[in-house]
């Protein structure tokens, strides 16, 4: 997990979802200024319990 509040870079193929190795497609910018990246997987399992955290959804 990232910590800092910048301006946050694309994503890229590059980049793995943080709760398993698949391709990440969406990071989720939470309020307290962390982000974390999932998969489709992930973010339609943990998007309901992310969503009063998060400011805002960037997909990939
Ligand atoms: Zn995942």
């Given at each position: 997990?990232?910590t ?9 193929a590059?980049n ?6 698949s391709?990440a ?5 939470l309020?307290?200024g962390?982000?974390?990246v ?7 399992q943990y998007?309901p319990?992310l ?7 960037e997909?990939?």
């Amino acid at each position: 997990m990232i910590t800092t509040d910048g301006p946050t870079a694309p994503l890229t193929a590059a980049n793995r979802c943080d709760l398993c190795e698949s391709k990440a497609t969406t990071r989720a910018v939470l309020w307290s200024g962390g982000q974390l990246v999932f998969c489709d997987p992930h973010l339609r399992q943990y998007r309901p319990r992310l969503f009063p955290l998060t400011r805002r959804f960037e997909a990939r």
